[in-house]
């Protein structure tokens, strides 16, 4: 296992390139099992992370041939009889549901262990099920696994809406089960995240009849097949979002580059009122912080898109701790996602948390201390609490952090912050006791 050794203070500046999006990209890799024996769906501009290879690991196990060649993935079908996605996969990534409404859609079964809890908190998946058996699929859970089957699926009007708003993947699950079922698929209440709409527009691509791109209601005109296609994936605005924070923590001026600022308007703005300068044209947004004054407060609550993401949570806490007074975050996606807060009060930050929301007093520098990361965007926000405190900080288990920021060690780096990436050497002993 490795850790990250960052000291803090120092202004990060220049210019960084934000890669393919991570959530857009898992999705997208799924949907090659929609595809005929010899169909091939080639992918550029795929993040090259410990998820989306995780991915590719699964795929390879359901019969698709992958690819890599730096960030182009090509995905083709060589045997289309494999129906199972083990709990070996799945525990460690629970995106792995995403192959069930391709495998149910095309292979006409799917064996698939169910996700568990996970740091973040509760991730039911109580919603996909709902909506594939509304296009008559049979649904099962024993031992651990949904196990579904239908002859092909039945386009039926399905509501994918929750208790905490719609469901991403899920609404990208029966997307891409509606597309080869037999007649309409409605789905109201669709997740709206520009990683849904990408999806979307990848299946028509691929020949697939999807209307309402973009809406909270879609319109899925079930075909016979699907053909292969070439896709540039998106960029991952949670990335962009990460680095834009690091800019404001560090009071530094960051350009980043291949951002599509119209996906990321709460966040700006968000920036904005922190004191931050945001300057955005196409395909880049700068942000400048404010070296040597402090950052406003701002209250911010977590939303389905186009609100403030929740993936963007931890890293704008570590931005507020640093604030000059005192900001409110309201999660209203995942009420328990604050796992961070506890790790940041280690480094010297003021943070209350009253059931899901939490009270964060700024403070002028916080101090660096041994932390250590248990999800991945709450990974993300200590390594930037490191980059803004006085002395050393060490973030351990960044395997976390790997699974959705390439390279951000070196990234950072190049940006001028202090960061090395080196094996922990807490003994094995100690390590496993806290696996
Ligand atoms: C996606 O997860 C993302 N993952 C998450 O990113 C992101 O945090 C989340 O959407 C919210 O934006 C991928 O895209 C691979 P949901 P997903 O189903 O689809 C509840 C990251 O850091 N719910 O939209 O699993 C659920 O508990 C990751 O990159 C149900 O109640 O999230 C949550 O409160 C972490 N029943 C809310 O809905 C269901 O069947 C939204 O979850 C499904 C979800």
Redesign the pocket.
Known sequence: MDKFVIHGGRILRGTVRVGGS??AA?PMMAASLLLERGQRLLLRSVPDLADTRTMAELLTQLGVHVERDGHRLSLSVRDDRPVIAPYQIVRTM??SICVLGPLLARRGKAQVSLPGGCA?G???????LRGLARLKARLTIDHGYIRAHATRLKGATTYLG?????????TGNLLMAATLAHGDTIIEHA?Q?P?IQELARLLNAMGARVEGIGGHRLVIHGVDRLYGAEWTVMPDR?EAGTFMAAAAITGGDVTVENVRAEHMIAVLETLRQMGARVEESTFTVRVRGRPGRRLEPVDITTLPYPGF???LQAPFMAALTQARDISVITER??PDRFSHAAELGRMGARITKQESTAIIVGVRRLSGAPVMASD??GGAGLVLAGLAAKGCTEVRRVYHIQR?YEHLERRLSALGASIRRVADTATPALAAQTA
Do not use: M
């Open positions: 991570k959530n898992l629970r995106a973040i509760s991730r039911p998946v109580d919603l996909h929750g208790s905490f708003g719609s469901t991403v993947t899920g997740a995240e990683e949670i993401p929740t993936d996606i995942y991945l965007r959705g």
